[in-house]
């Protein structure tokens, strides 16, 4: 089955730091999710994004999915933005997660 | 608020035991998809349901198996319980079975097994 590989695992960077998160998967897919998972468990959705550049404030995404890999941008970081990101790629009715990268951000 | 609500928020159960967890989705959402996230991992594919029937499953036993209802209700049961089955369990819901939309997660279900 299709195999995805988030890089890096942990993460630690100043406030105010940007950010590139990546998605690496093995197949081709139908479609892509990132999301933040903030310390209650909730998978807080950020782009649905199976191809193309999006942009929403701080965060923005882009998939290539011809060279099967996503990124995740976040800009000047804030400490709200800590947490765990998780992709998620859809082929053949099934959900594969990534490990997710843990982001810690300092004051 | 992704429309989507889970019930209970916790739940203890011994081994052996069985367990039933709920899930609404989103007026509309014809497809949910049931996951568990053990601690530090990232959530595994349970199963998916289209229009009450199941239409998709991860490597999961038998002893875990789920009802869609009309209402946009959706229930996971599990059997037999098991230590390794403590986790977080996550419902999400989509508008149809097409593979391509977007899903909507619930805020989860942590159970404990002892």
């Known amino acids: 089955g299709i195999q995805v590989e988030q890089s890096p695992p942990d993460l630690i960077l100043q406030e105010g730091a940007n950010s590139t998160l990546r998605c690496n998967f093995s197949d081709s897919v139908n479609n892509l999710q990132w999301f933040h998972q903030n310390p209650w468990g909730q998978l807080i959705n950020l782009f649905y994004i199976p191809s193309g550049t999006k942009q929403n404030g701080r965060l923005s995404a882009t998939t290539v999915a011809t060279e099967r890999y996503s990124l995740l941008y976040i800009s000047s970081s804030q400490t709200t933005d800590s947490g765990v990101y998780f992709c998620a790629a859809n082929r053949d009715d099934k959900i594969i997660f990534g490990k997710g990268t843990r982001l810690h951000i300092l004051p | 608020e992704t429309g989507v609500t889970q019930s209970p928020t916790h739940l203890i159960k011994t081994r052996g035991q069985q367990v039933t967890l709920r899930c609404s989705s989103q007026s509309g959402h014809n497809t949910v998809s049931w996951y568990q996230q053990a601690l530090g991992q990232g959530p595994q594919f349970i199963f998916q349901?289209?229009?009450?029937?199941?239409?998709g499953r991860g490597n999961f036993p038998p002893r875990f198996s789920g009802l869609q209802f009309p209402n946009y209700s959706s229930e996971l049961n599990v059997n037999a319980l098991e230590l390794d089955d403590s986790a977080l369990y996550l419902c999400?819901?989509?508008?149809?079975?097409?593979?391509?939309?977007?899903?909507?997660f619930g805020p989860g279900t942590r159970l404990t097994v002892l």
């Open positions: 999400a819901s989509r508008p149809g079975v097409t593979r391509s939309n977007e899903q909507f």
């Open positions: 349901y289209y229009r009450e029937e199941e239409n």
